[in-house]
């Protein structure tokens, strides 16, 4: 494997400017819980109604000519998709991204929409990195991780960036879902003094238990089912833990009803579509399974989801 | 009748000066529709779920300490009803609100949640001005007419003042929801070279019917229902009408189901949740019922909505 370089603060600062230059920061909304009034930052109303558009366009714009040129791959159950599509599509690169056949539909036609040509795989049988390894192969495109990139992880943190500046001072800590562990290092390099708190899926909670192993630990043969489609890579990587170890809170999880729940707070008290796994961070808060204070920032990620499914949702309540 | 006072652009001014100093500005978010990239004002992310939070404040925030003692009186179908509810609570100014009994769940129980009194009348039976009157004769409060009052249509044309700024330039035009004409005669003030497109329910379209005749014509006997809940009153009033006259385009109807898919269009494309009033003007957008182009702002006005209500709506796409 080619030694990455290490992501940095100095990275995320250049991501941030790099960002503020093509998109308006994203609003940092107040919300009480609890009696405690806090912040949610809206990500959802990114172009492609996720934070990954950040990390994608801090990796895209940084991309050399004869890069360029042999185009980009990424895996991803469709946020990542559409933010590296957004990036390809306005630099004019070719971005080949694998899917899961049962991600949501919503995402799958806007990752085409956006230009972009998708590769299905059939999800858990299949490994997505074997996939897009022997697309690389043949291409000589670059992969664009989802979360195990130094690019890609400075640019999520540029949401960082724009929350303290927002806030006026730093975050206390920051409530962030967690899939590989992407946004939770961004954040952690661009504000050094607030804690980080990520949270997961019940059952995969892979980062908060190789936080708590000190190495890495991969999801079980028979994960449960989640409604968070976008938080279930099988484990995260080593240039995510080296962040995080030490720095990050011990890990959370949040259970499928926790997180509809917060769906559904987002929806009545914020009036934002928030999909499952962009909602876990609230999920969190609401449950009280992380404290809270006037300068903490709970992260709305997502906001990609299916009318069916958020109706359906929304009916529960 | 008291002579009023004229509403001006520097009243409009002063109300941007006074909304910018407690609120952040709502966000202006890119709208593809039919090819145009065009503006989407989220009025829906004020914490009141509406724009009516920029009268409201205006009004209250300029009472004397007599009047604040006497407190205020509004009448509403909600929106105006929390925007004033939020405004008197923040000032310690007791509140009363008339609301139709049939008015959603949801804004009843918001405006009671922010300490305001309500008193429901019926719909359409009761003149819900007189219910106001009555209330107003034996307290001395001050009424907060949700449109027909000089200080809410400077407030509500705050909106613009805003949208300008971040647009670099007076947009080209507003496409703006229309109940009494609040929120379109303080737009009309606030950027006088912008074209002013004002978007009512089939059968309430009162304010472009009192356009086109040059004088207010009231809403017949039997009007149609709408599911636009915030654009249902009987007719305009001078104050409005007065602004508007020779200023505004001819109005714009929409119906039920143009207000669905614009429903449903917000919540794939912008992740925002807008009640059916507030998507009146984007309806009319994409229905092709009025211009577009680069410069073009469409208010996204509020987004109070029942649960079961919404759900339907997503499910009827």
Known sequence: MIQQRRPTREGVLDAAAKVAAILPPTP???VEIDGVQCWAKAEVLQPV??????????????LDEEERVRGVVAVSSGNHA???????????????????RNAPQVKLNATRALGADVVLYERPEEDRD????????????????????????????????????????SPSRF???????????????????SAIHVVEPEGWDMVG???????????GANPPATICDALQPDATKPINLGVLQGRAEPGVSVTDEEVRAA??????KLRLVVEPGGAAALAAALAGKVPLDADTVILLTG???DAASYAATLAGG
């Not at 559409?82 to 899961?100: C, D, E, K, S, Y």
């Not at 996939?131 to 540029?158: K, M, N, Y």
């Not at 409530?175 to 003094?193: H, I, K, R, S």
């Open 209 to 219: 238990q190789s936080l708590a192993a000190g190495e890495i630990v991969r999801v």
């Open 263 to 268: 769906q559904r707070f987002a929806f009545a």
């Open 175 to 193: 409530v962030a879902c967690c899939g590989g562990g992407g946004l939770a290092a961004g954040l952690a390099l661009a504000c050094p003094d």
């Open 28 to 30: 940092l909304l107040p």
């Open 82 to 100: 559409q933010g590296v599509a957004w990036a390809a599509q306005r630099l004019g690169i070719r971005a080949t991204i694998v899917m899961p």
């Open 49 to 62: 109604g996720a934070f990954k558009i950040r990390g994608a366009w801090h990796r895209l714009s940084a």
């Open 303 to 305: 906001g990609n989801t």
């Open 130 to 169: 074997e996939v897009a390894a022997r697309l690389i192969e043949t291409s000589g495109a670059t992969l664009v991780h989802a979360f195990g990139d130094p690019w890609v992880i400075e640019g999520q943190g540029s949401a960082g960036i724009e929350a303290e500046a927002q806030l006026g001072r």
